[in-house]
């Protein structure tokens, strides 16, 4: 979501079929990347537990995101 510059987040277009989910990681940037972008790690943690995941295809993309 975006700030619409006046302190209250803009709404997108689909803000009523979206899910966000934020949560604090205690572990290095570069780790919780990978762990995000390379396929043999997602698999092992994304859904709940004692759910199995069988990935078919994959491509992880950079928006220009983020911050330093």
């Known amino acids: ?20 989910i934020s949560r604090v990681i205690s572990a290095p940037r570069e780790l919780v990347f990978e762990a995000f972008t390379e396929v043999r790690h997602l698999s092992r943690w994304w859904g709940p537990e004692g759910f199995t995941t069988t990935t078919r295809a994959f491509e992880s993309a950079s928006a220009g995101c983020g911050t330093s």
Not at 3 to 16: C, F, I, L
């Open 1 to 20: 979501m975006s700030a619409t510059g006046r302190g209250a987040p803009a709404q997108s277009a689909t803000a009523d079929r979206e899910i966000v």
